[in-house]
């Protein structure tokens, strides 16, 4: 049986008490919230201090994807993880430059991008930009397209030694209205040598740092 109240007890401290027993514990229970979370704020700052950190020590990392004619790739990844003596890579990149060189395109805009990347992929001072300057030239691929369009369709690309490649393509000449005018084959030879990008400029032209230094062509009859 609970004891009596004393008669004489103070109502101020009887209101103290019940103040205490009623919000004692959710003043408590406050606490210990605000508590966490300024623990939780604390943790976080220092992940995110150590995730900036991080971000100003990595550096950008060219990412390389090697597509064939027919725009399938078939190889892929970060400048570091693909060596650029790859012969896949470097078949790819040959398919990709005798497309862009050979082509002719009544579409101005992709024929100066064609253009541009040919360029990029040339040796400055070699042999190559001036045997690729006087086929530019002699037969100016925008003064070609006012009276027609020439497709390629490279068919073969192997190496003849760890300097040299053979290219064999096909030339396909369309007249302004579609009709097929002519279909001529050609045999190419072309010495490369490679030279990685030391900045991101150069990752972006030529990642794969592959450059042409001599080539030589015909038609096979």
Do not use: C, H
């Not at 100003?56 to 064939?68: Q, T």
């Not at 725009?71 to 040959?94: I, W, Y």
């Not at 086929?135 to 073969?156: F, L």
Request: glycine residues 6%; proline residues 5%.
């Amino acid at each position: 049986m609970p004891n009596p109240e004393p008669a004489n007890l103070n109502p101020y401290l009887a209101a103290r008490r019940e103040w205490d027993e009623r919000y004692g514990n959710l003043i408590t229970r406050a606490r210990n919230w605000r508590f966490a979370a300024f623990l939780a704020l604390g943790i976080a700052v220092i992940e995110t201090g150590g995730l900036v950190a991080l971000a100003m020590r990595s550096k950008v990392v060219p990412f390389v994807v090697a597509v064939d004619n027919l725009d399938r790739v078939v190889a892929s990844g970060t400048a570091d993880q693909v060596s650029a003596a790859d012969d896949r890579l470097k078949r790819a990149a040959l398919v990709q430059w005798v497309s862009d060189w050979r082509t002719v395109t009544s579409d101005g805009v992709a024929q100066r991008k064609a253009i541009d990347r040919v360029y990029s992929m040339i040796g400055r001072g070699t042999p190559a930009q001036v045997q690729v300057s006087e086929y530019y030239r002699n037969d100016p691929p925008y003064k070609r397209a006012q009276t027609q369009m020439v497709s390629v369709d490279v068919k073969a690309v192997y190496a003849s030694s760890d300097k040299s490649w053979e290219v064999e393509w096909v030339e396909t000449a369309r007249g302004i209205t579609g009709d097929v005018q002519s279909e001529q084959r050609w045999k190419g030879s072309f010495t490369v040598a490679v030279n990685p990008p030391s900045d991101e400029r150069l990752a972006r032209v030529n990642p794969l740092g592959l450059y042409l230094t001599n080539l030589s062509w015909s038609k096979v009859l």
